[in-house]
């Protein structure tokens, strides 16, 4: 969960403010953090983890459900097609107590059936046989609870009544009973809607018809995709309806839009630009996993966005939202966490997946996305990628953490290995043949960095993943006379989980008119590294390309083996258009002359001819505005810094 053409893609980022393209989708996640908190102050107290046993594999669910948007109310009939793993006498599925479990059948005959908390368990009249596929069929009824980030929700917009779901994390069992643990997928469904004339139903998969009976209509999707149960969602208002072709190597997927009439032409522009991440996203990543059916959006009334399976919910068309939830598609529907602890391989991976859309279709914004992420996930000293409290709906969905933390371990693999490595195994892992359409956790995804980059990443994981917190560096450097550059690399953690954090360096060496990036392979804290250079660097910056989740950085100078100071005088000074060095030297010889005005920038830069005895050399700076400057004059065996006012 959460959250073209190039030319008009730029076009529309350059005309809103930058915290406006991307930043939204942080306070998205802070929002829905802190209404579900409100809505349960004592969730730490739940065992929100409790499901059913996983002794059976679902393999189709037929879902018929009755429900009319102005009223918080569902009618549903649940037919599932499972095939037991072991010989049973019973099985348990997850369904709220709230709810009302009118009768359940099995081979034309009622069951019995007991519910313990949110778990129902049905008794069968006989021991079921291992691996022999068999079916029941549930009929409730109820008012259900709006748990998680919504789970069952009726609203209104512009005065007319919407209903729609959002099982993430645990909320599927609130509207419907089923298996919500991260341990089976449902091979496919079918899933009919109905209600009231005069508004329409959209759901995942693809629509295979609408009748109209009675004042009321049924439309029934179709989905041949296995879907986890917190993936499966409907919604239902007066939706208006449109489609947009995304077309890729020669195949083409449509994005089917169900949206509030009122977002109307919103909508259509977003989806419009969503086109070319479509495209980016298959190029990079392998063919969009549900090609085969649509992708498409529907409105909802939830402030930001979910990643329904093959149907994104989303409350709005901003560039930022639709990227993030279309690249769930891939990262968290076609392979879906296996843990809440593993939240980053859907979140982390989504939101970093946004970042590249800066990179690769807007890269004027690229790095104050990057900046962005580093500063969010550097904002606290403690906290590790991985989730040690699944019990918190807050601390799963931690934006610091599962979002901009995950996004930056990403970051820095692909500095540690390059673009064809990173992306190489980007995509081996998520079409893997032995992991797609399943659940996958951090080692799958380890393991396939591993193998195409033939490194191991045990080190970097227990850092960044398991560890908390971050690094800071200190930089320490200085330059002789033969150009020599002397670095000195130190850093301390911001948590004790952590004592050193191995990671490539790079830092910019400058003299104002030509620079060069060096990259310092950082393994102790405390490292020397020498780099010759054919110029006199005047300043360092750590990380120029902003690769590394560090803060609290400092860059100190030293002045190694100083050269005697030499006097000069000015005249006149202060100056108007020119003035005029004058000095008596003992040798001939060439002279750097750099000229910097108040705010440090570097305005001339010359070399100078300087004779044995009495020099009167002329300097021009007319072109330059009134202020206050240092001159600066070096030579191989002497230096010599004056201030100059010109008016």
């Known amino acids: 969960m959460r959250k073209i053409c190039l030319s008009a893609l730029c076009c529309l980022l350059a005309s809103t403010q930058f915290a406006q393209v991307y930043d939204p989708l942080e306070d998205i996640i802070e929002a829905e953090k802190a209404a579900w908190v409100r809505a349960h102050p004592k969730a730490s107290d739940r065992d929100i983890q409790n499901s059913a046993n996983n002794r059976s594999d679902i393999q189709y669910c037929r879902m018929h459900w009755t429900v009319d948007p102005a009223v918080k109310y569902i009618r549903g009939e649940v037919m599932t097609v499972f095939e037991p793993v072991e010989m049973v006498g019973s099985l348990e599925f997850d369904f709220s ?6 009768s359940i059948r099995f081979h034309g005959q009622n069951l019995a059936f007991s519910q313990n908390g949110d778990v129902i368990i049905v008794e069968f009249p006989a021991q079921l046989p291992a691996f022999l596929t068999d079916s029941l069929t549930f009929f409730y009824q109820g008012i259900p609870d709006s748990t998680g980030f919504g789970s069952f929700r009726v609203d209104t917009h512009e005065g007319a009544p919407v209903l729609w779901t959002l099982s993430e994390p645990y909320g599927a069992m609130e509207w419907w009973p089923c298996k919500q643990a991260l341990n089976d997928k449902i091979d496919s469904v079918d899933i009919f809607v109905t209600n009231p004339t005069g508004f329409r139903a959209a759901s995942i998969g693809l629509l295979q018809s609408e009748t109209t009976t009675n004042g009321w209509i049924t439309a029934h999707w179709r989905h041949r995709y296995p879907v986890a149960a917190y993936l499966v969602a409907i919604g239902v208002t007066n939706y208006t309806v449109f489609s947009v072709p995304a077309p890729f190597g020669g195949d083409t997927t449509p994005i089917l839009n169900y949206v509030y009439p009122e977002s109307l032409a919103d909508a259509q522009v977003g989806v419009a630009e969503n086109v070319a991440v479509f495209q980016m996203f298959s190029q990079l990543f392998g063919q969009y996993p549900f090609h085969a059916e649509k992708y498409g959006h529907a409105q909802f009334s939830r402030l930001g966005g979910m990643e329904h399976q093959t149907m994104s919910f989303v409350s709005s068309f901003g560039f930022d939202l639709l990227a993030h939830e279309l690249a769930h598609q891939w990262f968290g529907d076609k392979i879906t966490c296996a843990s809440w602890a593993d939240i980053w391989l859907n979140e982390g991976f989504a939101s ?296």
């Open 97 to 102: 107590e709230v709810l009302t479990m009118d």
């Open 352 to 647: 970093y997946l946004t970042g590249l859309c800066y990179n690769f279709l807007a890269p004027q914004y690229w790095e104050l996305y990057k900046a962005d992420r580093i500063d969010k996930s550097t904002l606290i000293p403690d906290g590790s990628v991985w989730v040690d409290d699944t019990t918190s709906v807050e601390r799963i969905f931690s934006s610091r953490l599962s979002y901009a933390k995950g996004a930056m371990l990403l970051h820095m693999l692909r500095w540690k290995f390059g673009d064809s490595i990173f992306f190489a195994g980007m995509r081996n892992y998520v079409n893997d043949p032995a992991l797609e359409y399943g659940y996958v956790k951090t080692d799958d995804f380890k393991t396939h960095m591993e193998t195409v980059s033939g490194a191991n990443l045990d080190e970097f994981f227990a850092d960044w993943f398991y560890g908390k917190g971050f690094p800071s560096y200190q930089t320490g450097w200085s330059v002789n006379q033969t150009n020599e550059v002397k670095i000195t690399l130190e850093q301390t953690t911001s948590d004790p989980s952590v004592s050193f954090f191995e990671m490539p360096v790079a830092v910019k060496l400058s003299d104002g008119v030509q620079d060069t990036v060096v990259v310092l392979n950082h393994t102790f804290s405390g490292q020397q590294f020498t780099v010759a250079l054919d110029f006199s660097p005047t300043s360092l910056v750590f990380d120029p390309d902003l690769w590394l989740a560090s803060r609290n950085n400092t860059v100190v100078r030293s002045i190694e083996d100083p050269l005697p100071e030499q006097y000069i005088d000015l005249a006149p000074n202060p100056a108007r258009t020119n003035f005029t060095i004058r000095l008596n030297a003992a040798n001939s010889e060439k002279a750097k002359m750099t000229f910097w005005s108040a705010d440090g920038k570097l305005v001339i830069q010359d070399q100078l001819d300087i004779l044995s005895g009495f020099n009167a050399i002329p300097i021009a700076v007319g072109h330059l505005p009134a202020g206050r400057y240092l001159l600066r004059l070096e030579t191989k065996s002497w230096r010599a810094e004056r201030a100059v006012v010109l008016n």
